[in-house]
């Protein structure tokens, strides 16, 4: 027993050297983060409405690269854990080497967001659905709907930047001609892991509304 789990985590070593460079490339990007907070942070404190959406928008890309990264390294984990599991002439060894090279080839994109396109193309075609229910790592925010456009998270950003250091910035919700005035008493706050939203209306949004956020001094 031993010596089949030992041959089939030797097999999946590849799998496990990629888990811990995005582990790492999540770490690196990391620490880019709050050197770019205080450049929101400058920009608020010199009315540079420009610099401050800018420095925003990379803020929120940033941490959605470190997501992508961390969430990959742990689909990847999920997916040793099952081939350890597995006998070893089973023929989910012969997936491996396709698997590393995706991995691979999306990784030299540069591009998070093809890497976990290319992980959820890689559950799909190797593993069925019952499988990766159970994978120990599936992440629950995999298919979670988007509430929040990228200017509605950068605006969000920038508000809580100024709230924590106790500057002034603005935040005004436009919207398109006939929205309800009901959106207008609603807020919503962004952070990395989800998305609350508060309302003072007592009554329910039935209609759908197009809008953005613009930030003003």
Known sequence: ??????????????????????????KEREKEVEPEKLKIKDAIEKENRKEMRTCAR???RMRQEVTNYRQTSHRLDSIVDYFDKEPEQSVVFSFIPT??????????????????????????????????????????????????????????????VADECKLKVSVRLEH??????????????FDDSQVKTKTTSRFNIFACFSYEFLVFA
């Open 176 to 189: 398109s001609p006939g929205a309800s005035p009901t959106i207008r008493n609603e807020v919503k706050w």
């Open 99 to 160: 698997i590393v090279e995706s991995i691979v080839s999306s990784l030299a994109t540069g591009s998070s967001k093809k890497l976990v396109s290319t992980m959820d193309e890689i559950e799909k075609r190797y593993f069925n659905v019952e499988v990766v229910s159970k994978f120990k790592y599936s992440s629950i925010t995999e298919n979670r709907p988007v509430f929040m456009s990228e200017e509605e998270k950068v605006s969000n950003l920038i508000q809580k």
């Open 1 to 26: 027993m031993a010596q089949r789990l030992e041959k089939s985590k030797n097999k999946t070593e590849e799998l496990k050297s990629l888990s811990e460079n995005l582990k790492t490339l999540a």
């Open 58 to 60: 990379n803020m929120v």
